[in-house]
């Protein structure tokens, strides 16, 4: 394997793990509704590449989809490290993997924010929800 390959391998590896830790803080946050729900973790993950994309699609820099991961990560005070025996995160990975390699059909119609049914962010007043999976509400950004 080239150095090229090896690097490339290694950095989705890197952010799919990235993802996994996201996708599995956010539905182990939400209060037990959506834990381990198939659907909503595969709209979490949309959601955060809808974001990232939209993010380049405006031409700013300062949000990345590293970032936008750690983020969500930091918000519900999970830490990044996860047992790969965990059942839970091993479905995460597996979701996010398949997210990054664009096998993963969008079930959020675009989304690009989300939040839990528990709360009800200021972002969210006036408008109306793309999708609903487990204990999530999915948001497209307006235009």
């Given at each position: 394997m080239n150095a090229r390959a090896d690097f490339a391998e290694r950095e989705e590896r890197r952010l799919g793990r990235l993802l996994a830790a996201a996708i599995?803080?956010?539905?182990?946050?939400?209060?037990?509704?959506g834990k381990g729900n198939v659907?909503?973790?595969?709209?979490?993950?949309?959601?955060?590449l809808n974001r990232a994309?939209?993010?380049?699609?405006?031409?700013?820099?300062?949000?990345?989809?590293?970032?936008?991961?750690?983020?969500?990560?930091?918000?519900?005070?999970?830490?990044?490290?996860r047992q790969t025996e965990d059942p839970l995160f091993v479905a995460c990975h597996r979701?996010?993997?398949?997210?990054?390699?664009?096998?993963?059909?969008?079930?959020?119609?675009?989304a690009t924010h989300f939040h839990t049914q528990e709360t009800f962010p200021g972002w969210a007043h006036g408008r109306?929800?793309?999708?609903?999976?487990?204990?999530?509400?999915?948001?497209?950004?307006?235009?």
């Open positions: 599995h803080a956010e539905c182990t946050h939400a209060a037990g509704h659907r909503d973790m595969e709209a979490i993950a949309a959601a955060f994309a939209l993010e380049t699609r405006k031409g700013t820099s300062g949000v990345s989809f590293e970032t936008l991961c750690q983020e969500r990560i930091a918000l519900v005070e999970r830490p990044l490290d979701i996010a993997r398949r997210a990054l390699a664009g096998v993963l059909p969008d079930p959020t119609q675009g109306t929800p793309a999708a609903a999976f487990g204990n999530h509400l999915y948001y497209r950004e307006e235009t």
